[in-house]
């Protein structure tokens, strides 16, 4: 099983975090995905911009792939499609592009657009298919609803075709997903009844985009506690603290969707997740663990068998 693991909520200073990325190395994770494009989550230490710390870390590990979300509005298109293309010229093979539209209110305090999530969907469509056509080395114009751009081209184009992997579950998005991502970043919980909804969603886009769903590879961010006892009240306190977009899943629930037990009850649990949801990449979301326990929870969770931390992508 190919295993990612994630670190976010600006809980890890950088010192602490590069350690627990080339432990990930070391112990043959896939990839690992750290805080992304928002701007203030939470007021905790180091508050690290997301592409400076994606960036920082490729530069000083060998062979893990890292990845942290890209929000639309943050970015202009090609200022996105060249800051990619001089990661992949840097670190080929290495960077895992994750976009979506996801926004929070306090990003107005930064002076960045905050629009409707209708429109930002749109405007992440718009994206998407400028950064195909600037990584393809195409001179691209376009005067579009969010997109304007005037003969832009990035050089050097990437040597391969960069997978994209939008995260989301709403229909909307979905059908982006369908159009235009290689990988579709389940944001869900673990949980058959409401992974299918959203993957009958996502095949009725597919067949009105003239596309087989199964050429769209599929990971998930899993809540994993290994070493907790799955018995103990607090792993329902914890997996709402560190998932309040999962605000409204009964606490009966949370049992199914959190991991907790010792290691390899753990690694067994994602696995039998990883294949009942059809999953290529369950990523163990250890986000907000302190460094000493987040240790241990790698080593909990390593890996049997080595992967290729870039065959995930095509």
């Known amino acids: 099983m190919s295993l990612a693991v994630a670190f976010t909520w600006h809980v890890l200073p950088f010192e602490d975090l590069l350690a627990l990325v080339r432990r990930a190395e070391a112990l043959g994770f896939s990839a690992v995905y750290v805080d992304g494009d928002v701007s203030l989550l939470a007021r905790r230490r180091d508050v690290l911009e997301g592409w400076t710390l994606t960036s920082s870390l490729l530069a000083r590990t060998e062979r893990i792939a890292i990845g942290s979300i890209r929000l639309v509005t943050h970015w202009n298109a090609a200022r996105l499609a060249q800051a990619v293309a001089t990661q992949e010229r840097v670190t080929p093979g290495r960077l895992r592009f994750l976009i979506s539209v996801g ?21 992440l469509r718009e994206t998407l298919e400028v950064l195909r056509a600037l990584w393809r080395g195409e001179v691209v114009t376009r005067r579009g609803e969010h997109v304007h751009l005037e003969e832009a081209w990035i050089s050097p184009p990437p040597a391969r075709r960069i997978p994209i992997a939008v995260a989301g579950r709403g229909r909307a998005l979905l059908r982006v997903v369908a159009e235009q991502a290689d990988a579709w970043d389940v944001n869900l919980p673990p949980l058959p009844s409401r992974v299918a909804a959203a993957a009958e969603h996502l095949d009725a886009a597919c067949r009105a985009a003239g596309r087989d769903p199964a050429t769209i590879r599929r990971s998930m961010w899993i809540f994993s506690r290994p070493g907790w006892d799955p018995a103990d009240p607090r792993l329902a306190e914890e997996f709402r603290r560190w998932n309040p977009w999962f605000g409204d899943l009964p606490r009966g629930e949370i049992a199914e969707a959190a991991v907790a037990g010792e290691g390899g009850e753990c690694r067994r649990r994602l696995a039998a997740l990883a294949e009942a949801l059809h999953l290529d990449e369950p990523v163990a979301d250890l986000s ?3 460094a000493g326990e987040a240790l241990r929870a790698l080593d909990a969770l390593a890996p049997e068998n080595n992967v290729d931390p870039r065959g995930w992508s095509p």
């Open 103 to 123: 926004a929070q209110p306090i990003d107005r305090r930064f002076g960045l657009p905050f629009p409707p999530a209708s429109e930002r969907i749109a405007w």
């Open 288 to 290: 907000g663990l302190e």
